[in-house]
């Protein structure tokens, strides 16, 4: 009994709809491949809305190379999907095109307009699980320093940001990038950039340019595959210790096809602190790799996206047709048998026409009655049980081969109609889980007297 009562609470809908797990889902990160060239992949985003500033930009795109670091920005009044689709344009227009783009599913990344764009292109687009923060890392990353350099040198009124965008992106790209150990516009171009602020290295000392451009531009090339080759050395190098700092601690979801899970949402409204923080239950279709997820609602309809996996957790889903807790077919005659003789020392019995017991006169069975033994609790007892005419008045030595006699405790419930209904009898000594169904005409007399007086409920 104790696991049944567990195994329903644990399968309460609303509980677990509305209750955060102490341990959340986390299944081990597994890092982008490295790009064989700068330009090569862009994860792009858009940052806002910020202040409307005084030429009417409320949002900055941003595209980060995969490779180099190299940061692109452009302040954008809006994000809709042609307003998107020109910063992508302008994008291209000043470093070229690229293979791939990596973005999330925004609705101004999923328009049409927009894959019209990169089709034209010949671009790839992919795009991250819904709330998967962490796999535009480049970009979350780049936003946080953007606010960083901005916030210092805006006005009281926050709305000249996109005056000091250019100058603070040209910042960001002349500085050492700690996972690539070279500066993107070094990268990039193979030299560091001529500003009065920056001083130049000994390496990438331009002084004495050969006049001959051949060998000037042949000299870059050496110089770009040996930078080249060290980013990639050292990305690879970096990506693996930032691998095995975030899978320290994880808390991995092993899932198969037909598992119930429950989807992470995020509430929106005044009341969001009183919906519930999951939706489903829904049934995984398809394992994509260990972090997508193809799931599909419980009538069948797949939706569109994966999901990531850390949104999901297991779901305890009760059995869609549970069979009756009190069923007829959990006792069987060869059982009633068995336990009969563990039933004979009661003092009184009721039999059941189905066996046809034999049957004592009155008066013999007025002289066979023994009495109750008194109570030793003066408790008032429920009005069904205050009469003791449902307990037969034959006593166990009146038990033949040919009858067999229970003595019954409690009628719990009825079902059918008129002439087909049943009653669900409980047998002394025996768990409610074992009554069993009895018709009408198999009760004895004053079971059926009882039964009049104080009808059972009806069960379904």
Avoid at 77 to 85: F, L
Avoid at 399 to 411: E, M, P, T, Y
Wanted: charged share 25%.
């Amino acid at each position: 009994m104790a696991f049944r009562v567990n195994e329903f609470v644990k399968s309460c809908h609303e509980c677990q709809n509305r209750k955060m797990t102490k341990i959340p889902t986390k299944a081990g990160i597994v890092s982008y491949p490295t790009p064989k060239q700068p330009f090569d992949v862009w994860q792009i985003d858009l940052q806002g809305p910020l202040p409307t500033s005084y030429r009417g930009n409320a949002y900055i795109f941003t595209a980060t190379c995969m490779f180099s670091k190299f940061l692109f920005t452009t302040p954008i009044p809006n994000k809709d999907a042609i307003t998107v689709s020109e910063a992508l344009h302008k994008l291209f227009t000043t470093y070229g095109t690229c293979n791939t783009i990596l973005s999330d599913q925004g609705s101004e990344f999923i328009a049409q307009v927009t894959k019209e764009v990169c089709r034209m292109m010949n671009i790839t687009q992919q795009f991250t699980p819904s709330y998967a923060y962490h796999c535009l890392g480049a970009c979350e990353r780049t936003h946080k320093t953007l606010e960083e350099r901005i916030t210092p040198f805006i006005d009281q009124n926050k709305r000249n940001w996109d005056d000091l965008l250019s100058s603070v992106t040209f910042a960001i790209n002349q500085s050492v990038n700690s996972s690539t150990g070279y500066s993107p516009f070094e990268i990039v171009f193979g030299t560091r950039p001529k500003f009065p602020l920056i001083s130049e290295s000994a390496s990438s000392n331009l002084t004495s340019i050969p006049k001959d451009c051949e060998e000037y531009l042949s000299k870059t090339l050496r110089r770009l595959e040996v930078i080249h080759q060290q980013v990639k050395d050292n990305l690879e190098v970096n990506k693996a210790k930032m691998v095995e700092r975030a899978n320290t601690h994880t808390n991995p979801l092993v899932l198969s096809a037909g598992d119930y899970v429950y989807l992470h949402s995020q509430p929106t409204g005044p009341a969001q602190k009183l919906q519930p923080k999951y939706t489903g239950p829904f049934i995984v279709h398809k394992v994509l790799s260990d972090h997508r997820i193809l799931i599909k609602n419980e009538k069948g309809k797949i939706q569109t996206e994966p999901v990531h996996i850390n949104r999901l957790k297991i779901a305890f889903v009760r059995a869609p047709s549970p069979s009756p807790y009190l069923t007829s077919e959990v006792v069987t005659r060869t059982d009633l048998e068995t336990t009969q003789e563990s039933r004979a020392t009661q003092t009184q019995d009721i039999p059941v026409q189905g066996h046809q017991p034999r049957i004592q006169s009155d008066d013999s069975a007025k002289e066979n009655v023994q009495p109750l033994r008194p109570k030793r609790l003066n408790r008032k007892r429920p009005i069904r049980y205050r009469n003791s005419d449902h307990i037969s008045t034959v006593p166990d030595s009146s038990c033949s081969d040919a009858g067999k006699f229970f003595k019954v405790k409690r009628i719990i419930g009825q079902r059918g109609s008129d002439s087909n209904k049943e009653y669900l009898i409980q047998f002394a000594g025996e768990p409610a889980q074992n009554a069993v169904w009895t018709k009408w005409k198999d009760l004895n007399p004053k079971l059926q007297e009882v039964v009049k007086s104080y009808p059972p409920p009806l069960s379904k």
